[in-house]
């Protein structure tokens, strides 16, 4: 069964940076692919990077292109996203996600982690 432990929320100001990881366990992940997603209240959830576990190819969404970075470290079974130039609307809880590859469905997820961004 898959786990997924996100840590490294918490306040920031504008313009500010975090680091979230996502602590992966339960399976060999060589053939899935990891995402974080965001909940803004009252908002849909949103999808804000993905990274192939394998080869380590990354998506963005529009929202975050330039700011934020995926990346994944095999040997510790962890995904991080960085987040630089925070704004006020990043404010969200942060998922993290995991799929099988040739799946579009997103079977497994963390508990969230709340990221708030003051102006």
């Known amino acids: 069964q898959v786990q997924l432990v996100e840590s490294g929320g918490g306040l920031v100001q504008a313009g500010g940076s975090l680091r979230l990881s996502c602590a992966a366990s339960?399976?060999?992940?060589?053939?899935?692919?990891m995402g974080w997603f965001r909940q803004a209240p009252g908002k849909e959830r949103e999808l804000v990077a993905s990274?192939?576990?394998?080869?380590?190819?990354?998506y963005y969404g529009d929202s975050v292109k330039g700011r934020f970075t995926i990346s994944r470290d095999n040997a510790k079974n962890t995904v991080f996203l960085q987040m630089n130039s925070l704004k006020p609307e990043d404010t969200a809880v942060y998922y993290c996600?995991?799929?099988?590859?040739?799946?579009?469905?997103?079977?497994?997820w963390g508990q969230g982690t709340q990221v708030t961004v003051s102006s």
């Open positions: 996600a995991a799929r099988i590859l040739l799946s579009t469905t997103w079977t497994d």
């Open positions: 339960g399976r060999t992940f060589s053939r899935y692919k």
């Open positions: 990274i192939r576990w394998s080869d380590g190819i990354a």
